[in-house]
């Protein structure tokens, strides 16, 4: 018997084994998919060694990866690490299209992640009690802060101290620094629009290796921005090269991958979880796990799923779902709301290195109060480049030969590329379930993702873009090209909310101790345990939490409270 | 690499001869894994000359010097879906014809000839725009995607990347402003920023 186990050993699984290995646990982390070899990260490539010039065969791409080829980051140097949806199939309606974007591999998205780290604020964990929606977290800004601290300082965060309410202050490393497209952008929006901000984005990657860094293993950012194919260099924070290594140090970790976690067991009489079932992902064999504590960080819809296929006579609905709440609130961001403009009038300068960030505009909407025709607000991640090369002659009828080269060798104007993060809001109609008689190969059934944007949604996703483009034209920019509509639930790649955590027992799962209310020795701490989005990036919120949990769970256990 | 592939290295070496292209240096080895000839021997000629057009040597490397005719179709081979290879195959066939036989006209004839081309061909166009990073739609999609291709495959190429362009594989470190000189060349290699 293991004191804990760990379901998933991505960006959460990875702190939360961290954690509870670091107190003396014993800890077993289940991971669904296969381990990740050296060689399966593809950093090393040189431009010219891509297969098929980053192609997947095109024939492969709409066979294999219909749904995860919405995402910029697969490859042909990436695919590795994306699921095939062939193989990994779920259900939706017909009229609501969810991405579900996956990588089933020991350390899983993380590796792949977009590596934005910021602090959700006070304001965000005021939200729902403040405007009656969803459930009331249960825990405030001060709950989380030292865990925030505990994680920057162990991942590493490149930024700057801004100040600001709604987007703390966190444990930086120097940031990188804004370009000088991005310094004259800046200087116009603040003036133009006070109370806006445009702040170097907050990033985990390495600007600076400190002796803690170092004592990992890890070296300072190389800055090529080759990020989703792995780093040698371990320069940016994922569960592979940095979480896992640090469990594993402890001599108290037991991994086991291509373990597909089936249901949990638990045990009526004393209302506890006892173990996992397990289904090996190539053999099929069974195998059933048993330990005091249970971690699910499984991923929002994996959880969700692992709950409800633990249904038992004494829990008829699901594990932990008293409350009916399991699956439901399934919240992402909205995405892909784009404003990209050139700036005929930018500074006559350039930048060397390929930096792993861009900038960002923390909110500014309904700050201090309801103000706006919607709730809650929204942030931009953008950035300025001067890219020039083949991008600038492709769309030049006429242009070939010598006069074709010559153009490709000029620097490009200074293009701004502006993506809107929007508040999604919990609502409980927005739910996975099981699908009842679809399933997958391994006989588990097949998720039914049922979700679409709100009226609410709607009105901000208006807002983002007017102010998009009222942000460009200030700052002396010519807009040529907008997408105006996000883009498919979930392909923000935040999907969270399926187990919410709350005060009230009967209208959430997780209590303050990210614990489900009806089987104290449960814990989850993915993005499931989300009670309302934010609009900043998650993974940070997630990670913090799974540390704070894997405290209080080594606390209680240690005190028999278990 | 079995006799077939012999043979396409051989075929291909002819086509190059006609540009006057070197055979030293190319990626035979992007052959290796062809499995089917995809294209004539008219193709064949036509896709060298039209990337010898498209990006000449000059005091750089050009696109047939850094082996994109056979990285083109290493990519008919191993990448594009049937319909993607029989579209690019009919671009050939449409620039072949050109001048009354585009390969075998002269080097001056070829980039008048295939710049009238290029220019109608990539006429803006009122289709919707697919992708926002992409080029603008155009009258001739197809054309554009085996221009886009060509200039893929050279400005991946090594000697583009580090001699038309100035990229480094292993930048090493990020400086926000840096002074442009006569000298200065885009960045090249992924990243946005």
């Given at each position: 018997m293991f004191d804990a186990i760990v379901i998933g050993s991505g960006m959460s699984g990875g702190i939360a084994a961290k954690e509870l290995c670091e107190r003396g646990l014993k800890v077993l982390v289940l991971e669904r998919g296969g381990d990740v070899q050296p060689a399966d990260q593809t950093d090393w490539m040189q431009p010219w060694q891509l297969p098929n010039a980053g192609m997947i065969p095109e024939a492969e791409l709409a066979a294999d990866y219909p749904v995860q080829s919405?995402?910029?980051?697969?490859?042909s140097a990436t695919k590795q690490f994306f699921v095939k949806d062939s193989e990994q199939p779920y259900q939706t309606p017909a009229d609501k299209a969810f991405s579900w974007i996956r990588g089933y591999h020991k350390g899983g998205r993380s590796i792949m992640w977009g590596r934005q780290t910021y602090r959700l604020s006070e304001m965000d964990f005021s939200a729902n009690a403040r405007d009656g929606v969803g459930s009331d977290w249960p825990i405030r800004y001060a709950d989380l802060a030292p865990w925030y601290d505990h994680i920057e300082d162990f991942i590493g965060v490149s930024g700057s101290m801004e100040g600001l309410d709604q987007l703390p202050d966190g444990v930086f490393l120097p940031p990188f620094e804004l370009n000088d497209g991005e310094l004259q952008f800046k200087s116009a929006v603040e003036s133009s629009f006070p109370g806006r901000k445009v702040i170097p984005g907050r990033v985990a990657n390495l600007r600076e290796a400190r002796e803690h860094h170092r004592a990992q293993g890890r070296a300072p950012c190389q800055v090529r921005s080759l990020c989703e194919r792995g780093c040698m260099f371990k320069a940016y924070h994922s569960s592979l090269n940095t979480s896992l290594p640090a469990a594993e140090r402890t001599g108290n970790m037991t991994l086991v991958t291509n373990a597909i976690v089936h249901s949990l067991v638990h045990d009526p009489a004393t209302n506890r979880v006892t173990g996992v079932r397990v289904i090996d992902a190539q053999t099929r064999a069974g195998t059933t796990y048993e330990a005091k504590v249970v971690f699910s960080c499984a991923s929002t819809i994996g959880t969700a799923m692992i709950l409800l296929n633990?249904?038992?006579?004494?829990?008829p609905r699901g594990l932990a779902n008293s409350s009916d709440?399991?699956?439901?609130n399934l919240m992402d961001h909205m995405y892909q709301l784009l404003t990209i403009a050139v700036f005929p009038?930018?500074?006559d300068s350039f930048y060397f290195g390929r930096r792993p960030t861009g900038f960002y505009i923390p909110r500014y909407r309904n700050l201090d109060g309801q103000h706006e025709e919607f709730l809650r607000g929204y942030g931009y991640q953008g950035g300025f480049s001067?890219?020039?090369?083949p991008g600038q002659v492709i769309g030049q009828p006429g242009l070939i030969g010598e006069e074709l080269k010559a153009e490709a060798r000029k620097l490009g104007p200074w293009t701004m590329f502006l993506g809107g993060f929007g508040e999604v809001l919990p609502n409980p109609e927005n739910r996975v379930t099981l699908y009842p008689t679809l399933k997958d190969k391994w006989g588990l059934p097949q998720a039914h993702i049922s979700a679409s944007m709100g009226e609410n949604e709607r009105k901000m996703a208006e807002q983002i873009q007017r102010d998009g483009r009222a942000m460009a034209e200030a700052a002396g920019g010519i807009v040529v090209t907008t997408i105006d509509q996000p883009g498919p639930f979930g392909l923000g790649i935040h999907e969270m909310g399926t187990a919410c955590m709350g005060k009230d027992p009967t209208t959430s799962v997780l209590g303050k101790w990210n614990q489900t209310h009806d089987v104290p020795n449960l814990f989850i701490t993915d993005g499931a345990a989300m009670a309302s989005s934010g609009c900043q990036n998650p993974s940070l919120t997630y990670m913090a939490m799974s540390a704070r949990a894997a405290d209080a769970a080594a606390s209680m256990l240690a005190e028999g409270a278990l | 690499m079995g006799a077939k592939g012999v043979d396409r290295r051989t075929l291909l070496a002819r086509a190059l001869l006609l540009v006057g292209a070197s055979v030293v240096s190319l990626p035979f080895e992007a052959l290796a894994a062809v499995e089917a000839d995809l294209l004539s021997d008219t193709q064949r000629a036509t896709l060298v000359a039209a990337a010898d057009t498209l990006v000449p040597q000059t005091d750089t490397p050009g696109a047939v010097d850094v082996g994109v005719p056979a990285l083109f179709e290493g990519l008919l081979a191993n990448w594009a879906a049937p319909a993607t290879a029989t579209a690019l195959a009919d671009v050939l066939d449409r620039l072949a014809a050109l001048g009354g036989g585009f390969a075998a006209l002269s080097a001056a004839e070829r980039k008048a000839t295939l710049q009238a081309f290029d220019a109608a061909a990539l006429a803006p166009s009122d289709?919707?725009?697919?992708?926002?990073?992409?080029p603008p739609p155009a009258a001739d999609p197809a054309y554009q995607q085996f221009k886009e291709l060509v200039l893929t495959l050279y400005y991946l190429s090594q000697p583009a990347l580090t001699q038309e362009l100035a990229y480094t594989h292993v930048p090493g470190r990020w400086e926000s402003s840096v002074i442009v000189t006569s000298a200065t060349r885009p960045q090249g290699g992924p990243g946005m920023f």
């Open positions: 919405q995402c910029y980051a697969l490859s633990s249904a038992s006579e004494a829990q709440m399991v699956g439901r009038d930018g500074p001067r890219n020039g090369g | 289709a919707p725009r697919a992708n926002p990073f992409g």
